[in-house]
């Protein structure tokens, strides 16, 4: 069975309204078709790595390159756990949450969409608070970062909501023209003092060598 050997093809994460899983393959698909109708405005590009600026079929085939990319490049101490997300047994989205030189940072990254029809419903918080709560509540972890450009109100939206404070900004190149990135930055107090999302984590435990958690120290 792939979870005796792979145990994070079993991690399920849920929300009042939500399930974030370890993608199988229909679910692969069903991220590549909602990729390829679009995740946001043709206008606008969100993403610091401009993956969407691409025609449909590249965005399908690329979302599902991606997660293979990560599985494969999956080391303790550089890691990248893209879940996809469902409602209703549908899946609307992809949240990502990754740590490098986590044993010691112990900080985590987040990222995520939701096809444009999912978008503006309360699913960008949900989804997030559930990565947050698998990080600081089932790896220890002391800080999680995000970012979004200045044009970006759900993003910023998503993190001011749940507790983020601004730590600066980086320019980016968007499209030939300089974009303003916010950086935002939430500490377990912070996390504490905003949480509103109950989640539960399943089978986190077998997984935690592969977050370069003690297995201890998990819940
Ligand atoms: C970013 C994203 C994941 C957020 O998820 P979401 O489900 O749309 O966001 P939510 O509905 O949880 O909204 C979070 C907050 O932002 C606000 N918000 C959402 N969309 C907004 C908009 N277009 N304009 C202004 N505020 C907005 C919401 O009102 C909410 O705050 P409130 O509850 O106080 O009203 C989603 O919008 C998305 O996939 N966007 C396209 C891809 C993208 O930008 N990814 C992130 C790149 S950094």
Redesign the pocket.
């Known amino acids: 069975m792939l979870s005796s050997h792979w145990p994070l093809a079993d991690l399920r994460l849920q929300t009042p309204d939500l399930e974030l899983r370890w993608p199988s393959p229909d679910d692969l698909g069903a991220l590549a078709g909602l990729a390829a109708a679009g995740?946001?405005d043709p206008d606008v590009q969100?993403?610091?790595v401009p993956w969407?600026d691409a025609t449909p079929e590249e965005r399908a085939r690329g979302t599902i390159q991606y997660h293979w990319s990560r599985w494969g490049a999956w080391k303790p101490s550089d890691w990248t756990l893209g879940l996809a997300v469902l409602r209703g047994g549908v899946v609307v989205?992809n949240?990502v949450v990754g740590g490098r030189d986590y044993a010691v940072l112990r900080e985590v990254n987040t990222?995520?969409?939701?096809?444009?029809p999912?978008?503006?419903?309360?699913?960008?918080?949900?989804?997030?608070a559930a990565v947050l709560h698998l990080a600081f509540d089932g790896l220890g972890a002391r800080w999680a970062i995000?970012?979004?450009?200045e044009d970006?109100?759900?993003?910023?939206?998503?993190s001011?909501?749940l507790g983020y404070r601004d730590d600066g900004f980086d320019w980016y190149q968007v499209r030939g023209r300089p974009a303003l990135s916010r950086r935002l930055r939430l500490d377990r107090a912070g996390w504490e003092a905003a949480r509103t999302v109950p989640v539960k984590i399943h089978d986190l435990q077998p997984c935690l060598p592969l977050f370069a958690v003690p297995a201890a120290s998990g819940s």
Do not use: C, D, E
């Not at 970006?152 to 998503?158: I, K, M, Q, T």
């Open positions: 995740v946001h969100p993403f610091m969407t989205g949240q990222g995520s969409w939701l096809g444009q999912y978008q503006g419903q309360g699913i960008g918080t949900q989804m997030r995000s970012a979004a450009f970006n109100p759900a993003s910023l939206g998503v001011r909501k």
